[in-house]
C-alpha cells in the first residue's frame, strides 16, 4: 500500500469508523479526547483507534463493517485490507491494594501508550461552559474510572505495564480544576513519582497556568512533551465550541506558554490540537497549522468524534460525505509538516506520537515521498 492509499485509509476509518458484529465492545464511553473506538493496527504498522458506529451513527456516517477473518485478532476491512486487532493488555486485571482495578486508573492508547486522566472532572462543566465535544466526566459517571488518581496509583500501573512490556510512552491529561494552577500541580506530583523508578518517556496535557514557572517544574520533574490545546483555529468557532477555554486564555497566553515549553523541551515536543469538522475554514486552520509549525509546535489535527454525554452527541461534522476533500486537507497539513521538518515519530510522547487518532504522520509520510 503506497502512501496516498495509506493516508485515505486512515482518513476513512478515522472519519467513518466501521460496524463490528452483535456483542462486540464499541470502546470506552467517556473521558478525555475521541471515545468510542477500537484500536488496530494499520498495514503501515501504526495504531489506528477506529470509531465504532452503532445505531442512528451508522446512517450518518456510512461505516463499512469490519469482519472477523477466523484468526484470532485479525480483521478484514472493505474485503481487503487486513487490520490487526491491539490485544487487550494483561495489567488489565490488577487491582491495586485497596481494591481499584488498573483499567480504572489507566488505559492501553494506541498500541503502546499508557493514558490516564488524573483528574476526571473540569470547572468549565460547573458552570455549564465546558467545550461542546467534551466528555470528560461521563466515564466515571458510569463507573468505568474513578475522578482522582494518586500519584502512587498511576506510577504502580505503569510499573506494570512497563513489566509487561507493553507500553513505550505515558500520557498524563487532566480535566481544569478550580485552581490557578490549571492542574499542573498533581501532574508534576505524578511525573515525579512515576520518575522514582522509569525513564519512560512522559506527555501531559493542560491549559496554559497563570504562573508560567509550572512548565519548569513539570519539565524538571521529567515530563518530555507538553501539549495545551486551543482546538480550534477558527476564533468564532472556537468561542462558540469552547466557551471556558476561550474565556479563559488567548492565543498570545498560548503562544507565551508554548515558546516557553520549546525552550525547555525543543521543537515537536510542544504541541496543540485542532479539531477537524465543526464547522471551521480549512484555510484559516492551514494558516495557523504553518504559523504554529515554524515555531516548533506540532500541530495535532484530527477529526472532531461527538459522542454520547456531550453537546455535540448529535451534531454531524463538516467532513462527513467529503472523504476526497478530507484527504486534500490532509495532504496540506502533511506539507506543512514536512517544510517545518516535523515529523510525529520524531517526537518524544504525546497523542502525536502515538498517532492512533490523527492522520497526520500518514500526511506527512505523503509529503516526504511526494517531496
Known amino acids: 500500500m503506497n502512501a496516498e492509499d495509506m493516508l485515505t485509509l486512515k482518513i476513512r476509518l478515522l472519519t467513518e469508523g466501521v460496524t463490528l458484529p452483535e456483542g462486540e465492545w464499541a470502546g470506552r464511553r467517556g473521558g478525555a479526547g475521541p471515545v468510542g473506538s477500537r484500536?488496530?493496527?494499520?498495514?503501515?504498522?501504526?495504531?489506528?483507534?477506529?470509531?465504532?458506529?452503532?445505531?442512528?451513527?451508522?446512517r450518518?456516517?456510512?461505516?463499512?463493517?469490519?469482519?472477523?477473518?477466523?484468526?484470532?485478532?485479525?480483521?478484514?476491512?472493505?474485503?481487503?485490507?487486513?487490520?490487526?486487532?491491539?490485544p487487550k493488555p494483561g495489567f488489565y486485571s490488577l487491582t491495586t491494594a485497596e481494591g481499584t482495578p488498573y483499567q480504572k486508573i489507566a488505559l492501553l492508547h494506541g498500541a503502546d501508550v499508557l493514558a490516564?486522566?488524573?483528574?476526571?472532572?473540569?470547572?468549565?462543566?460547573?458552570?455549564?461552559?465546558?467545550?461542546k465535544f467534551c466528555t470528560i466526566?461521563?466515564?466515571?459517571?458510569?463507573?468505568?474510572?474513578?475522578?482522582?488518581?494518586?500519584?502512587?496509583?498511576?506510577?504502580?500501573?505503569?510499573?506494570?505495564?512497563?513489566?509487561?512490556?507493553?507500553?513505550?510512552?505515558?500520557?498524563?491529561?487532566?480535566?481544569t480544576p478550580d485552581t490557578p494552577d490549571m492542574g499542573c500541580r498533581r501532574l508534576t506530583q505524578t511525573a515525579r513519582e512515576i520518575r522514582r523508578f522509569s525513564r519512560i518517556p512522559i506527555g501531559v496535557q493542560f491549559e496554559p497556568p497563570a504562573d508560567q514557572a509550572r512548565i519548569y517544574e513539570l519539565v524538571e520533574?521529567?515530563?518530555?512533551?507538553?501539549?495545551?490545546?486551543i482546538e480550534c483555529a477558527d476564533d468564532e468557532v472556537r468561542r462558540v465550541m469552547c466557551p471556558g477555554k476561550y474565556r479563559q486564555a488567548t492565543l498570545d497566553q498560548y503562544r507565551d506558554s508554548w515558546n516557553r515549553t520549546l525552550n525547555l523541551l525543543g521543537r515537536g515536543n510542544a504541541s496543540t490540537f485542532f479539531?477537524?469538522?465543526?464547522?471551521?475554514?480549512?484555510?484559516?486552520?492551514?494558516?495557523?497549522?504553518?504559523?504554529?509549525?515554524?515555531?516548533?509546535?506540532?500541530?495535532?489535527?484530527?477529526?472532531?468524534?461527538?459522542?454520547?454525554?456531550?453537546?455535540?452527541?448529535?451534531?454531524?461534522?463538516?467532513?462527513?460525505?467529503?472523504?476526497?476533500?478530507?484527504?486534500?486537507?490532509y495532504k496540506e497539513v502533511g506539507k506543512i509538516l514536512h517544510k517545518y521538518q516535523l515529523n510525529p515519530a520524531e517526537t518524544a510522547a504525546g497523542c502525536h506520537r502515538c498517532g492512533a487518532c490523527t492522520p497526520i504522520q500518514e500526511a506527512y509520510d505523503w509529503a516526504r515521498t511526494n517531496s
Open 275 to 329: 479539531l477537524e469538522g465543526l464547522g471551521e475554514d480549512n484555510d484559516t486552520t492551514l494558516r495557523m497549522v504553518d504559523d504554529v509549525s515554524a515555531m516548533g509546535v506540532m500541530p495535532v489535527v484530527l477529526p472532531v468524534r461527538p459522542a454520547l454525554g456531550s453537546q455535540l452527541a448529535d451534531f454531524t461534522p463538516t467532513y462527513v460525505g467529503d472523504l476526497a476533500g478530507s484527504v486534500e486537507f
Open 221 to 229: 520533574a521529567g515530563v518530555n512533551a507538553v501539549g495545551m490545546h
Open 39 to 58: 484500536y488496530f493496527v494499520l498495514p503501515n504498522g501504526r495504531a489506528c483507534g477506529v470509531p465504532v458506529r452503532t445505531g442512528k451513527m451508522i
Open 116 to 131: 490516564t486522566t488524573v483528574y476526571q472532572s473540569c470547572r468549565y462543566w460547573a458552570s455549564g461552559e465546558q467545550c
Open 60 to 86: 450518518r456516517y456510512g461505516p463499512v463493517a469490519l469482519v472477523p477473518t477466523g484468526k484470532k485478532g485479525l480483521w478484514l476491512y472493505d474485503g481487503k485490507v487486513r487490520l490487526k486487532e491491539v
Open 137 to 175: 466526566p461521563v466515564s466515571q459517571s458510569v463507573g468505568d474510572t474513578i475522578l482522582e488518581k494518586t500519584p502512587s496509583q498511576v506510577a504502580e500501573v505503569v510499573r506494570a505495564a512497563e513489566k509487561e512490556g507493553v507500553i513505550r510512552s505515558v500520557l498524563l491529561t487532566t480535566g
